[in-house]
């Protein structure tokens, strides 16, 4: 009986530790052409939760906050609060497609994006992003965390 309830215990100890969300990952985005930074605090939408969520919910999305969704060809603003600007990018991280103040109740894609980055309105203005400019990606730190090693994979 004792060895019955040791397998239990050890089973609800795995299955509950695979349950766990891994922390949420913090980019700074910055537009290696033009050398001007896009977002400080960048969300990603890499899983299907989060990318069916995207935006939806949030009220305004402040100066340097934004949303790296991948992959990600075409987004919808159905339901959206505050009009974005949406950067298209490919697997190299170059930019194929801008759409400034996109606003509620709108469709918008790019066939040959792999990503998209949804951001506050007026920032592809204020950073002079344009088609064909290139983007880097570093993680922001959270307080109490160790640094990380790189950038995830898109």
Not at 122 to 149: E, Y
Request: charged letters at 20%; aromatic letters at 8%.
């Amino acid at each position: 009986m004792n060895t019955l309830r040791q397998l239990f215990r050890k089973l609800r100890i795995h299955f509950s530790a695979r349950r766990q969300t891994p922390p949420e990952i913090r980019l700074r985005v910055a537009n290696l052409t033009r050398n001007t930074v896009l977002a400080t605090c960048m969300e990603v939408a890499d899983t299907g939760a989060k990318r069916n969520k995207g935006l939806l919910g949030r009220k305004f999305l402040a100066p340097g906050e934004g949303l790296w969704i991948r992959p990600c060809e075409a987004v919808h603003t159905f339901w959206m609060r505050f009009p974005i600007d949406l950067v298209y990018m490919d697997r190299k991280k170059r930019i194929r497609k801008l759409v400034s103040a996109v606003p509620a109740w709108r469709l918008s894609g790019c066939l040959w994006a792999h990503s998209v980055l949804e951001l506050p309105q007026g920032t592809i203005h204020s950073t002079q992003t344009q088609v064909g400019d290139t983007l880097g990606f570093s993680n922001v730190p959270s307080p109490g965390d160790q640094p990380a090693g790189g950038v995830p994979d898109a």
